[in-house]
């Protein structure tokens, strides 16, 4: 069971969020994280992005995904609009980072990224949402506009104790380089890409 172990209110380059930390000891070096936006009004439906870490796309800034855009997209909305982002330690769609980049030397071979998963004997996908949702449900919200392009996370919600009041399309601009992601990310995966109600990051 998750317990909030820390929280802090920290400014960051689109305002100031509280920042909480979830595991279920203290020691847990890789807690989940809610960022809370200081205008949030949790009596009515809460606008949540569930978003799970992506060390080359936020950090360094990778062009071969959208997370980074997406994350600094939502960040931006949620600040302005209130909100709530539940982020998942699962990086690389849960494979870690040491196999991720062994996925990505089989894609610079021609392998998509579900193949490349494959190849190595691992998921296509093996993320859960089942902690954002004990998250939500530690921070007592009982409704949600989630920032989704994924037909899983609205799954999860929908299947859970939480009202899913709408959907609201997270979509970036696709590049040369991650084209090929967001194919198989529509084609493999059927995440809910080419909306014309997009949020982008500018």
């Known amino acids: 069971m998750l317990k909030i172990q820390a929280e802090s209110n920290v400014p960051t380059a689109y305002g100031e969020f509280r920042m909480i930390a979830f595991a279920e000891v203290e020691t847990d070096w890789m807690p989940q994280m809610a960022i809370v936006a200081k205008n949030t009004d949790f009596s009515k439906p809460v606008n949540v992005r569930f978003h799970s870490e992506c060390i080359t796309g936020e950090v ?56 490349a998963n494959l190849q190595l004997g691992l998921p296509a996908d093996d993320r859960n949402f089942s902690s954002a949702i004990e998250i939500l449900n530690i921070l007592n919200v009982k409704e949600v506009n989630l920032l989704t392009n994924n037909p899983e996370k609205i799954k999860m919600v929908e ?36 909306d014309e109600d997009t949020i982008n990051p500018s």
């Open 159 to 194: 299947e859970s104790n939480i009202k899913l009041n709408k959907r609201i399309p997270l979509q970036m601009d696709s590049t040369k380089e991650s084209a090929s992601y967001l194919k198989v990310k529509k084609d493999y995966f059927g995440h809910l890409l080419d």
């Open 60 to 115: 360094f800034h990778s062009r071969k995904c959208e997370c980074g855009q997406q994350l600094d997209a939502a960040m931006k909305f949620i600040y302005e609009n209130g909100g709530i982002i539940v982020y998942l330690r699962q990086e690389g769609r849960n494979i870690g980072i040491i196999n991720k980049l062994r996925a990505y030397a089989l894609q610079e071979q021609g392998l998509d990224t579900v193949e």
